[in-house]
């Protein structure tokens, strides 16, 4: 029996009864067919101790040598291996939970080659990169479950947010013929035997439809060629984005406000046990505070980090800033000539804007949108855009384009308030940045 | 006063207090202020009599010219302009659903420069090609809105059904470095210095995510430059896909065929105008008819139309097919050779995979994935693909990879089924195709 030889087993028509953490008090003394993979194994005379893990529980196997075969098999497995695992919950006040499991049969379902090259289990974080390479392996480490059912739960409580109000889930196309925003940023692509784009964001397309629904949401990837290697920074991004006629910037300003808010109450509450883990205080001043780009101006002249009027904030500046306002907090009546062409101008020259912060972190940004076809060639002219590569954009305009106003919301970057990490890979199943593009 | 200038007004401070459908019975008497586009205009001697439209209602306004100023903006305002009412709702035996307002106030809030090119709410459909180009308005008619309402709870169906049943919603990168399936039907994009490819599929990513979250679903674009030029073919389109741990084929099988049937009769339930409107019925038979590939040969044979074993199943096929099996039905036990690299094989030449079709359309895929490193280094191999391109996905192998199954659904196929369209471009917003880039 010793010289056994491992090997992995069909599945056939085994299937678990249980997820580990449904093994409580309620199955002691029930037989229960559980799956996962072996976290660890222990020796100790006679008896082998092992820890299997599944998506969110875990749960100590106990065999003594007199069970053979199942002794056996579980004495050579290594861990992070898969196995499957048949047997009686029993109370053992010694064993995590207070619960084991005497394995009557075991699955070998897929035998670990090797040790994944960082441990999985301590508390000390291994390198990212190190971890992004493995990074199926490193989604399994207790923070980062934490930080993606907290995401999960954001992406709900956003789309649960948009039904009950009535607006419509859109999808835009991600290949676009030419650039919203002008050339900067963007990756090219073969189409067929044309030249096309990526989408930076689905903001011209957003606009249109509301002219059909009123108002619009999407959720969708946008993709940016940033050069820049910061730590908030990703080539390709969840974009959550808003559209709505006949209100102004004001109205959607709130709405995105009452969106996050409304997010985080349901974060704390469906996820109390990830917050704590991730040492996240999500108590928060409602509504935001909101200051005028003059407003903010003055500020940092007082501060002692003036700003020229008219220039956007430096990393500088908004690291003084985020001494002051630490917490969400907007800045609104932007200079015209910060803010792309199809946001309407104000008094002056201002303009119709305002940027959701976080601290130093721009989370979101939006306004009230140009609805006059005029005004917008003008503006496209004056950014040295050609109206005629908007013509698709344009036409629209002749038949009654209400007035409308909307934002763009970068998610990770909001994840990355709500889970307190410093890095906006983190929240990402597999970053693309300049230097990335695998796995 | 009769030489009244039209011009735009700003929105300033005017917000509708009612969406038109909430004008009834129960708004009678009151003070109101409506927002829409106008769908027509009709002088009847000193009265106008407007039809206001906005996403899902309408409402007769009725003018004389004793009403002054309100009076001639309205004599002047030209269909799909676009303006905001205030008056009160009073009964009108004789107007569209008894209702009409008597203007007080009316501000114009865009001026149509124009009619479109097709008539938009006649029975009569346009060509799709003119009503594409301005799409944003062709959105507007009644049967696109019924199109998009049953997308929108087709897709809230999906993502209820994988919520309740604990699939972790991910989201995984749409540029990537090498092909899933070999280097057919890709867009090649430039990824800041290298060479990079759009998503097929999610197909690699979902599987290696299983060992972290078990169970997961992605709903997103998926990019193929197809070549051919037919009703069900989309350059982008929305995949649904789901993949899990622990299970084979034949359980996939079954969540697609509930993931599906749980969809319509969500459908059935909110969207019985919309149906009606569209003529479609949602009968089926419940399980699906599931046939074996051998049995379809055999049955091909058997009406006329035999195949060559091992053979996809040509159009013509699956027009004879189509004639017999009308509705939703599943073809498994493909020959492995029909099928990707990733699908397990099982006795003889056969595999464990499954199509979910309806009539001659294939609306999902699906199958047991090979877990075995080893087996997926051969099959990459006989496929002509070298593992060195698949490194980032063969080393997490390493780690224990589970026994696992899933499937991929053609979103806009299925979108297509559900209401009754005979062209994929109907059912998306803004479609793309080898001759369409724009808008």
């Known amino acids: 029996m010793k010289a056994l030889k491992l090997r992995a087993e069909d599945l056939g028509d085994w299937r678990r009864t249980h997820f580990l953490k449904e093994i409580n008090e309620n199955t002691i003394g029930k ?14 005379g006679k008896i082998i101790f092992i820890i299997l893990r599944d998506r969110e529980g875990l749960l100590q196997i106990t065999s003594k040598e007199e069970n053979g075969e199942v002794f056996y098999k579980l004495a050579k497995i290594k861990p992070f291996s898969c196995i499957g695992v048949r047997g009686k919950v029993i109370s053992m006040v010694k064993a995590p939970r207070n619960l084991e499991l005497i394995p009557k049969e075991v699955k070998i379902l897929a035998l670990a080659k090797k040790r994944p090259p960082f441990p999985l289990y301590s508390r000390k974080l291994p390198p990212l990169d190190k971890r992004l390479d493995l990074r199926a392996i490193d ?15 954001a992406l709900e409580s956003f789309r649960e947010f948009f039904k009950e109000r009535g607006y419509m889930e859109v999808n835009t196309p991600k290949i676009i013929a030419s650039a919203t925003e002008g050339g900067a940023n963007l990756f090219p692509l073969l189409y067929y035997d044309k030249e096309a784009f990526l989408a930076q964001s689905p903001q011209l397309y957003k606009e249109e439809l509301v002219m059909a629904f009123d108002r619009v949401y999407e959720i969708a990837s946008a993709f940016r060629a940033e050069k820049s290697k910061t730590l908030t920074h990703l080539s390709e991004f969840l974009s959550v984005d808003v559209e709505e006629a006949f209100v102004n910037y004001k109205d959607v300003m709130k709405t995105c406000e009452e969106l996050t808010y409304n997010s ?9 046990e990830e917050l704590e883990a991730l040492k996240v205080n999500l108590e928060l001043e409602y509504p935001y505070p909101r200051f005028s780009y003059d407003e903010i101006f003055k500020e940092l002249e007082s501060l002692g980090n003036p700003l020229t009027w008219g220039e956007d904030l430096s990393s500088s500046h908004l690291d003084t800033l985020a001494k002051k306002h630490s917490s969400f907090y907007f800045i609104y009546d932007w200079p015209s000539n910060l803010k792309p062409f199809y946001i309407k101008p104000k008094r002056g020259k201002l303009s119709e804007s305002f940027d959701l912060m976080f601290g130093s972190l721009e989370l979101a940004s939006g306004g009230t949108r140009v609805n006059s076809k005029s005004l917008m060639i003008k503006k496209l002219k004056e950014r040295g855009l050609k109206p005629k590569s908007f013509e698709y954009h344009l036409k629209v305009f002749d038949y009654g384009m209400p007035p409308h106003a909307g934002f763009g919301l970068g998610f990770e ?7 307190g990490v410093n890095n906006i890979k983190e929240v990402t199943f597999f970053p693309r940045d300049q230097f990335r593009l695998v796995p």
């Open 31 to 44: 037989e229960v067919r559980v799956v996962g993979w072996v976290a660890s194994v222990r020796h100790q």
């Open 139 to 153: 989604l399994r480490r207790f923070t980062t479950q934490a930080i993606f059912k907290i995401r999960r739960v």
């Open 264 to 272: 985080i109450l349901n974060i704390k509450k469906e996820c109390k």
């Open 413 to 419: 970057r909001y994840l990355m308030v709500l889970t």
